[in-house]
């Protein structure tokens, strides 16, 4: 009996040290359902935010989205990008969302405009819709590809931001840059300027 005894006693730090790796890979589990959950919900969220943006921008009972809708009209094949952030102060998601045109493969036209939503999803308020248009002066592709990361783009320095006012009369002119004080040359294409994933 003396034996088992010093047997077991000698077998407790054994059982202490098993009992915790135990423990330790089921709070491991836990925290990994945890994140796994947090991120499942943000994903849901986000969702919801984007659906509610796009929304109103197709609902055409606004300027903004009648700009949107002409823009997208005009140059169908235009990259929309969106992004957002919860305001906790505010208690609103700030989004901004954007197209990129490109223009003869030498230019880019973006579309930008930053608005709010409510916690809710409810409402959806445009703030600030402006317009950036640049030239770009080369892509240069790493020779592994373009989708290896790397890609190197420079821009001409003259770069202009235009308003609602410039684009009425883009418009009005029936597309006409020139109109606007933007001399668009052709025929003389960038290489590799579609190969830039966020102009």
């Known amino acids: 009996m003396a034996n088992t005894g010093a047997s077991l006693s000698s077998l407790f730090p054994c059982l ?3 009992l915790c790796a135990i423990s330790s890979v089921g709070c491991g589990d836990a925290q990994i359902h945890t994140i796994t959950d947090d991120a499942e919900k943000t994903a849901r969220r986000n969702a919801r935010v984007r659906q509610a943006v796009y929304s109103a921008l197709t609902a055409n009972n606004s300027l903004e989205s009648q700009v949107w809708q002409e823009f997208l009209t005009h140059w169908p094949d235009a990259r929309p990008y969106d992004g957002l952030v919860w305001d906790r102060n505010s208690k609103k998601f700030r989004t901004t969302v ?19 939503v409510s916690e809710d999803f409810q409402k959806v308020t445009f703030q600030k819709l402006r317009f950036h248009f640049f030239e770009v002066k080369e892509v240069v592709i790493p020779p592994e590809g373009a989708g290896h990361g790397g890609t190197m ?7 202009k931001w235009l308003g609602l006012t410039e684009w009425k009369r883009l418009v009005d002119a029936n597309w006409d840059f020139s109109k606007i004080g933007i001399t668009i040359i052709s025929n003389t294409p960038i290489p590799n300027i579609r190969s830039v994933p966020n102009l």
């Open 16 to 18: 202490v040290v098993l």
């Open 98 to 116: 954007t197209a990129t045109a490109i223009i003869e493969d030498r230019y880019v036209f973006k579309f930008i405009l930053d608005s709010e």
């Open 153 to 159: 783009t420079t821009f001409q320095p003259d770069q």
